[in-house]
């Protein structure tokens, strides 16, 4: 199972891709999709719909899946908490809180959306992270710290909505996520972002198996513990914010994607980060074409489904006490 599961993933990834190209107010069968997608002539526009509508939304909804699922893995590892993923920890809502208040005081036109939530998701990441080396938390403690964070970076958001209501539609998108503009420009920054985490995380696999015991024992082994867990949280921040600054508020998904696969591969990080990063991919992209098909007309944020899906492991997790390693 451990060898094939990657492999499952990635063709049941495929299969759903193909599926949710026929899916969608315009009727295309999976006939005329195949059709289209081998270079053959299909009437009327619905070549259009599947290049240029639905195909860039498809694989921008997968590699922000897969870099949400890897963010995850480094998440818990670095903090040694099994629950600790970008949005419960406040990282997602401080790099929407970034992009909101740039848009807010005038210069998201100088910034630009990524750059903008990077700096709120990093200085987001910071904070906790000083937090907890200032206090010695506990990971418990840690874990309610970024609780505490996200709400209160979600009610600001709400308080700048209110004092710039012409600015309302745009803030309001970045707290409930949509995959809806994706565009192939994105899909491309998406997929080298998710590369180059994957290839850093991969080639630090054995440090995030070090991080998972006990700080004694990871010093012990020569591990700076202090600064390799702050400058993999710094990487796994940055590259959820690049997917929060496009697509919005997306949670859970680095909370279920790596903690179900450990489950099946266990926690070495050499067979966890890429069944964990397809997992990911595979849940966003299922919950975005749900999110698209559910309703008759119009669509639902992505983030409505992510968060059905998440919350009851969440609830889960913390009734089973198992809220840290060891």
Request: hydrophobic share 50%; charged share 10%; aromatic share 8%.
């Amino acid at each position: 199972m451990k060898k094939g599961l990657s492999a499952t993933l990635a063709l049941c990834s495929m299969l759903l891709m193909l599926l949710s190209l026929t899916l969608g107010p315009s009727k295309i069968s999976l006939a005329n999709t195949i059709a289209i997608l081998t270079g053959q002539e299909v009437g009327g526009n619905q070549g259009y719909i599947i290049w240029q509508l639905r195909l860039p939304r498809i694989l921008a909804s997968f590699f922000s899946g897969a870099i949400l699922g890897c963010a995850g893995t480094v998440f818990q590892a670095a903090l040694r908490n099994p629950m600790a993923d970008p949005f419960i920890l406040g990282i997602s809502s401080g790099a929407s809180f970034g992009v909101a208040l740039a848009l807010f005081i005038g210069i998201a036109p100088l910034l630009g959306f990524p750059l903008s939530a990077l700096i709120g998701a990093n200085l987001t990441t910071l904070f906790i992270v000083g937090m907890s080396l200032k206090r010695k938390s506990s990971d418990t403690t840690l874990l309610l710290t970024g609780v505490a964070v996200n709400y209160i970076l979600s009610a600001a958001m709400t308080l700048l909505m209110f004092l710039h209501r012409e600015q309302y539609q745009r803030i309001l998108y970045w707290t409930l996520g949509s995959f809806s503009t994706s565009t192939y420009a994105q899909v491309i920054i998406l997929s080298i972002t998710f590369l180059l985490l994957f290839i850093l995380l991969r080639a630090n696999h054995q440090t995030m198996d070090m991080l998972l015991l006990d700080e004694a024992s990871a010093h012990a082994g020569g591990l700076a513990v202090g600064k390799t867990r702050l400058l993999l949280l710094l990487a796994g921040s940055a590259a959820s914010a690049i997917c929060v600054s496009y697509f919005g508020v997306i949670g859970f998904i680095g909370l279920m994607a790596p903690h179900v696969t450990r489950l099946l591969v266990g926690p070495k990080h050499s067979r966890l980060l890429l069944p964990a990063s397809l997992f990911g991919g595979f849940l966003l992209l299922a919950s975005d074409t749900v999110a698209r098909v559910m309703l008759p007309t119009g669509e639902l944020p992505v983030g409505i489904i992510t968060s059905l899906l998440g919350v009851p492991l969440f609830i889960y997790l913390l009734r089973k006490g198992r809220y840290r390693y060891g």
